[in-house]
């Protein structure tokens, strides 16, 4: 069944793209090379406490659609580069205070995507993100964390509030800690969180609220990144 469902999925889209011809974004993404891109915008967004990072600008349409490409397309080129300086920028952040944490490995958490959003789409963007980032990177720079967080309430997209009132009102207390399954001892550790785009911040303050809600075994600091900003 699943053999006959992928070939049917598989001569659709070779179908669809022979009529709709690929864009010429998804056509970049195929040639451009991590550093090329990079290079393109060496200077990363810091938040006023320097724990949120964001990689790209938002505003830059290149940007703007890969991140959609890879959000709602699950688009391979999209992914395998984000993933790659992803990757890069998160260790050159941390290597500096890696030595006085208590274990070596970054844990990556990815911000979850409620169910109604992963069923729409097909998957977690932000979770194949992180899986990417390790397969790259390997185990002895990181580790995943997937069911850490989840949505303690239903929540609106944070793109139809209005302002930055009501994005914060909107995430307030929207995560918590699951006790479904295991999760690592996060403490003495270092912990970064993973999502596409963040504005006003809301999604990770209330993230790391929920996180150092741990108490005695919560990390040693908890870091932000983004794709764009």
Request: aromatic fraction near 10%; glycine fraction near 2%.
């Amino acid at each position: 069944m699943n053999r006959l469902f992928y070939w049917i999925k598989n001569t659709l889209e070779s179908a669809l793209s022979l009529i709709f011809p690929i864009s010429k974004v998804e056509s970049k993404l195929k040639s451009i090379k991590a550093e090329e891109l990079k290079s393109r915008f060496p200077n990363e967004w810091l938040s006023s406490d320097k724990k949120t990072i964001a990689i790209f600008p938002y505003k830059n349409p290149f940007i703007r659609q890969s991140v959609w490409l890879l959000k709602y397309r699950k688009n391979e080129d999209a992914l395998n580069i984000f993933a790659q300086i992803l990757g890069e920028s998160i260790i050159a952040t941390c290597e500096e205070i890696l030595p006085f944490c208590s274990h070596p490995r970054i844990i990556l958490i990815p911000i979850p995507t409620t169910k109604k959003r992963s069923l729409e789409r097909g998957h977690n963007h932000t979770l194949i993100l992180a899986y990417k980032t390790v397969e790259i990177y390997g185990r002895d720079f990181f580790e995943i964390a997937p069911d850490v967080l989840i949505f303690a309430k239903e929540t609106k997209r944070q793109t139809s509030c209005k302002n930055k009132k009501e994005r914060e009102e909107n995430m307030k207390n929207a995560f918590a800690i699951s006790k479904n399954k295991p999760n690592p001892n996060f403490s003495g550790r270092m912990v970064v969180l993973i999502d596409d785009v963040t504005t006003t911040g809301a999604t990770f303050r209330d993230a790391r609220r929920a996180i150092n809600s741990l108490g005695a075994i919560k990390p040693k600091q908890i870091y932000f990144f983004a794709l764009a900003h």
